[in-house]
């Protein structure tokens, strides 16, 4: 069912849903970013669509998402941090980025949910910027990926 809503997308508004789902996923698109980069894998593995830009503007829309996030976690400083504090489900993603520091925005990206909130706490604790893109850009890069490689060989079988 989910599946038929992302080709309905993919119908009326092309590689840009893609791009849309990705961006617009942390902010409350419903549409599980795994169910998508499997079901834009399975429609390019057709010929139905272009393999690269499916994945171009998947990993593009991640790429904008998780930095919208970082720059929101810089900008909003203790104010935003604090409130988010007090969320008992989000104590769980600053135990993580205590207990592994840097490494948490590689670790969370392969968590769901967990992979745009990390940049903000990544903001919070003021990583620098280079710093946050060789790690979450990386690490984005290589979870799409293997998405996107098992959608387009097995994704017939789990579709």
Do not use: D
């Amino acid at each position: 069912m989910i599946n038929t809503i992302i080709i309905h997308l993919v119908e009326n508004y092309g590689y840009m849903a893609f791009f849309l789902a990705f961006t617009l996923g942390p902010f409350g698109v419903p549409v599980p970013n795994e169910v998508t980069i499997i079901t834009g894998a399975v429609l390019s593995s057709t010929g139905m669509l272009n393999p690269y830009w499916t994945y171009g503007c998947m990993l593009l829309g991640l790429i904008t998402a998780i930095t919208i996030s970082y720059v929101l976690g810089t900008c909003s400083g203790q104010r935003l941090h604090s409130h988010l504090q007090q969320k008992p489900y989000l104590a769980r993603v600053q135990k993580l980025f205590e207990r592994f520091g840097n490494k948490a925005v590689c670790i969370g990206f392969f968590i769901p949910v967990v992979r745009y909130v990390l940049p903000l706490f990544a903001g919070f604790h003021g990583m620098r910027y280079r710093m946050f893109a060789v790690l979450a850009y990386s690490s984005a890069l290589l979870w799409t990926g293997l998405f996107f490689i098992i959608g387009h060989y097995f994704g017939t079988v789990l579709w």
